[in-house]
């Protein structure tokens, strides 16, 4: 016998199962048709509807079906036409000759409704239904006054309604019962389903949360009736595959006569298919035991006093229901019993070698997964036989590795329940409480899903793609902890950040979530971000980038990282109050009452190297340029990169600026001299101490600012470095040479060791599709992984960036440069900005980058007289607005010029920086539509007229600014298709040139994409 290769399960892609396409056809309605005499007895001694509502409430299932009496034909087809009736259920009384004409009338109406008939003489009617019955009545069944026959037969009907598409498209697998006795088949089925719900309900603990509870439920497996040999047969040969066995009677018809041996015909075929497959056959006469045993299968004595017991035991043990049973036959015990997965792979490692050959030969490790509908992992192990491996060890590793794999695979884009009891490093992400994820949050579980609807956690070769591990206290947590320690009216009234952080310290976290955190650092080993996730945060409309805090937290004995991570959540929490929120909130009209919480528990990617801790590469990627160059376009997208924490990026630093299309063609990298001048000087790290944490209102109190010089020790320069050749004036690619070390990510770019070009492309294209809008994603790449490991590429967050398509700029055909006060080719922002009348702008005359703090503080005072009187003005100064680097620019955070509409960037003769992209500053300037221009006058790049400023009376003027207040708004207006502006002087007047339907030509078919 040929061995089949294994699956590699570094590349293997489970298939997800449709659970939500399982049972499309449902009996909700079902028209009882009978006298009113039989009627009363089920309303009121059997008390159908509530035992029927008590059945499938105590076996976890929904939407119960509502009951409907006619008590004759006539008044049975009016009901059925006016009501959608899915299944019908009438009385057949021997004694009356109109037995079937009831049913037949149905019939003739509503050929497409099931009906089923109930009867209490069985032996009787089978005569008569051979004679009366050609396919007018679908189900009969023998009534002895147990109302556990109504589920029967509504889930039989409801599995032969849904079997095709079921069984043989998604995989559920069915019991088939080949049996033509009424009595004893309207017996067997109410112990069967009620066996099979029972299963459902234990092996709901699958699912990670209650939708995926339920939706497994979906996946029970179904049961086919067959009351003939050549029905059994039709039934077994259509649907084996996924059979879990068969139970059937030994006489019945076979090829329209009786037949005694009917059922050993049917076991000897089966047999020819499958040496192992489970059958139970059924008898009254007990001689036929030895003869059903002698064909490997199971006898039943249908007279038994017994036999519910026994068919339950039959079915737990052979069909794979209940735990599974570790079976050692050598030993002849059995070692353990496992109920769930975890159980079950736990036991795989610890169990003998013989019990693993002895299960594995008879494929009893899928039986037990299919019973359970974990079809995926079933499927995998269905299509490996135990002579595939070269040993049992090599069995028993496979096994176990499939497992991890298939765990880690079912919880990929689900938001989990966090169980403090289950909770393990198989799951993703998972949410404390039961409220709000908050804007962050919901975006991790957006970027989850859609990795995973997307198949492109493993989409390149030897890299993951993934969300890190994450736990969401949702807003349910903050809630409770505002309301239990009364703080709203607290935070309303103070204007201090340390006060309000320190009295946000000092209260506890409710217990429960205490206990919940503390069971997740159990299983987390690494450092911890704790982020923000207010409500607000990353809308599609509002998104507040950066404005509430995030900590990082170094690892730490249980105790103290517990100590550290409350503290985190509730300074998270509290800077949601901080005057910088409540400003922003305040441009935002809302309250700081909607101002709720969540916070994320999120594993930080890196490696530690010495005394801290950051990932070989951080970056910043949009599906938009706002500033092609050369032969980028706009809708190819831009990244920026850096070694190191994120610090570096969304601070505002000095980055690596490439297109995901053009990755060898960049501009800081074209000369040796802008190699060493325009790239990365220093990175962030997290220092690893852990006393190194304290609380603070600084988010940076625990990160390390490094040279690149000093990371020379740490051995992480190999991936992202290159080495400039002083003597030679050359760049040679990596650090094997002697020189000066620069940050040209060469290895990825310029030599593909890893393919980030292509991850962006697919990532940015399938984001943008998937928010039909334009997107920012932050991402997070560890490179130094061991050998035989996949890279990890870490998506971190996703946005949208706010484009709006109000009013779409045009800039007249034939205006002169010298109307404008300020003309800029590299603008950001579209259409007419109308009603700005105050104009501030840094002095070039003064200006020194080491008065860029003084500076910030000076806009900041202006910035607060605007907000007051809820006025906008136009910003002109040099550098980087918004950049933690204070020699590259005014260090302003948002709220100091939150009420600019127009802000401009000019650079000085000897102080030239390229346009900032990549910061969280930059992405609060997109969402309130700020117009963002650049200048540099002094390469030729744009105009500034600064002499016209100059003359015009200053309504305030100090050493850094001036303030101008026009009498007439200003025009401006930004032509956002081809990244031009204009602020044009006081006085100038622009006609009305625009015209709709032009307008709309000018954009893309689908906006930015």
Not at 716 to 723: G, P, R
Request: glycine share 6%; with cysteine.
């Amino acid at each position: 016998m040929t061995k089949r290769v294994l699956p590699d399960l570094r590349k293997y892609e489970f298939e997800e199962v449709a659970f939500n396409q399982l049972m499309q056809n449902r009996i909700n309605k079902v028209l009882i048709v009978c006298s009113n005499y039989d009627f009363y007895m089920l309303e009121e001694d059997g008390r159908i509807d509530e035992r029927i509502f008590y059945e499938y409430t105590s076996l976890n299932l929904r939407y119960p079906p509502s009951f409907i009496h006619a008590n004759s034909a006539k008044r049975a087809v009016t009901i059925l036409a006016s009501d959608k009736i899915d299944l019908v259920i009438t009385w057949l009384d021997i004694g009356n000759y109109k037995a079937f004409e009831t049913s037949k009338i149905i019939k003739e109406s509503f050929p497409d409704v099931p009906i089923a008939a109930l009867s209490h003489y069985s032996s009787e009617l089978r005569q008569k239904l051979e004679k009366a019955n050609t396919g007018i009545i679908d189900f009969v069944f023998h009534w002895n006054g147990n109302v556990d026959i109504f589920l029967a037969i509504i889930k039989l009907t409801e599995d032969r309604m849904n079997a095709e598409k079921d069984i043989n498209e998604i995989g559920v697998k069915a019991i088939l019962l080949v049996e033509d006795s009424l009595r004893f088949y309207s017996r067997y089925l109410p112990i069967i389903y009620k066996i099979i719900l029972k299963q459902s309900d234990a092996f709901m603990s699958e699912g990670l949360n209650e939708h995926r509870k339920m939706m497994l439920m979906r996946g029970r497996p179904k049961i086919l009736l067959a009351t003939n040999f050549e029905e059994g047969k039709y039934l077994f040969d259509k649907y084996k595959d996924n059979l879990l066995g068969v139970i059937s009677d030994v006489s019945y018809f076979k090829s329209g006569k009786r037949d005694p041996r009917a059922g050993f015909e049917l076991l000897k075929y089966v047999r020819s298919f499958e040496r192992y497959f489970p059958v139970l056959i059924q008898s009254s006469d007990s001689n036929n035991e030895k003869y059903a045993l002698e064909l490997k299968g199971k006898f039943l004595y249908k007279h038994s006093e017994t036999l519910e017991e026994e068919i339950k035991t039959y079915i737990n043990q052979y069909f794979s229901f209940g735990e599974f049973e570790f079976w050692d036959p050598v030993q002849m015990k059995v070692l353990v019993s496992v109920k769930d997965l975890t159980g079950f792979q736990r036991a795989l490692n610890t169990v003998s070698a013989d019990s693993i050959m002895y299960h594995a030969k008879r494929s009893e490790y899928s039986k037990w997964l299919k019973s359970r509908a974990l079809f995926p992992l079933a499927n995998l192990f269905s299509n490996i036989e135990y002579d595939d491996f070269v040993d049992v060890n090599e069995a028993r590793e496979f096994l176990v590795n499939a497992i991890k794999l298939y765990r880690v695979f079912r919880a990929r884009g689900v938001i989990s329940k966090f169980n403090r009891n289950k909770y393990d490093e198989y799951l993703g992400f998972a949410r404390i409480g039961d409220g709000a994820l908050g804007g962050k949050g919901r975006g991790l579980a957006f970027i989850d899903s859609f990795l995973k609807r997307n198949k492109l956690f493993k989409k390149f070769d030897n890299v993951l793609i993934s969300i890190p591990r994450t736990v969401v206290l949702s807003t349910d947590v903050f809630d409770e902890f505002m309301e239990q320690h009364k703080l709203i009216r607290f935070v309303a009234n103070c204007d201090d950040d340390d006060e309000i952080l320190n009295e946000f310290i000092s209260k506890p976290l409710p217990v429960w979530v205490v206990e919940d955190i503390k069971a997740f650092l159990k299983v987390n080993k690494t450092p911890l971000a704790v982020r923000s996730s207010s409500v607000l945060e990353d809308s599609h409309y509002q998104p507040f980038a950066g404005v509430f805090a995030t900590y990082m937290l170094p690892p730490a004995g249980l105790d103290q990282m517990l100590e550290m991570v409350c503290n985190a959540v509730k300074s998270v929490m509290a800077s949601a109050f901080f005057i910088g929120s409540k400003m922003y909130l305040k441009t935002t009209a809302h309250t700081i009452e909607e101002s709720k919480m969540a916070v994320i528990l999120q594993e930080v990617i890196g490696n530690k190297y010495e005394d801290v801790y950051y990932p070989n590469v951080s970056g910043v990627a949009r599906s938009i340029n706002f500033y092609p160059i050369g032969n980028e376009l706009p809708n190819e997208g831009i990244a920026n990169i850096a070694l190191g924490l994120g610090e570096m990026i969304v601070g505002g630093g000095q980055t690596l600026r490439f297109s995901p299309y053009h990755p060898k063609k960049i501009l800081q990298l074209s000369s040796p001299g802008s190699t060493q001048r325009d790239t990365q000087q220093y990175f962030y790290g997290l220092d690893i101490n852990p006393n190194s944490y304290s609380v603070s209102t600084n988010q940076s109190i625990n990160k390390k600012k490094i040279s690149i010089r000093k990371a020379e020790n740490h051995g992480s320069l190999k991936f992202v470095a290159a080495t400039y050749d002083l003597q030679n004036n050359i760049i040679r690619p990596g650090v094997m040479h002697d020189g000066i070390r620069v940050i040209s990510f060469d290895n990825i770019l310029k030599y593909n060791t890893f393919p980030l070009a292509e991850i962006l492309q697919e990532l940015l294209k399938t984001g943008q599709r998937e928010m039909r809008n334009p997107i920012e994603i932050e991402f997070a790449i560890n490179l130094d992984v061991p050998e035989g490991r996949r890279k990890e590429f870490s998506f971190l967050q996703i946005r949208p960036i706010v484009e709006s398509n109000d009013t779409i700029g045009k800039l007249p055909e034939d205006f002169n440069v010298n109307d404008t006060i300020i003309y800029s080719e590299s603008a950001l922002g579209n259409g007419k900005y109308e009603n700005i009348t105050d104009f501030v702008y840094v002095k070039p005359e003064t200006f020194n980058s080491a008065n860029t703090r003084q500076i910030a503080a000076e806009v900041d005072k202006i910035n607060k007289l605007f907000v007051e009187k809820d006025k906008r003005y136009i910003l002109v100064g040099p550098g980087r607005w918004g950049s933690s680097d204070p020699w590259l620019g005014i260090p302003v955070i948002w709220p100091q010029i939150s009420a600019a509409k127009i802000i401009v960037e000019s650079g000085l003769d000897n102080f030239r920086i390229d346009p900032s992209q990549g910061t969280h500053f930059f992405q609060n300037l997109t969402s309130f539509k700020v117009g963002y221009l650049t200048i540099n006058p002094f390469i030729n790049d744009g105009f500034f007229d600064v002499n016209y400023l100059n003359k015009q009376e200053a309504v305030f003027e100090n050493e850094f600014l001036r303030h101008i207040s026009f009498k007439e708004p200003l025009t401006v207006i930004i032509e956002g298709k081809n990244n031009k502006a204009a602020i044009f002087k006081e006085g100038f007047s622009l006609e009305d040139n625009s015209n709709s339907e032009d307008l709309l030509d000018e954009m893309p078919p689908s906006g930015f994409m």
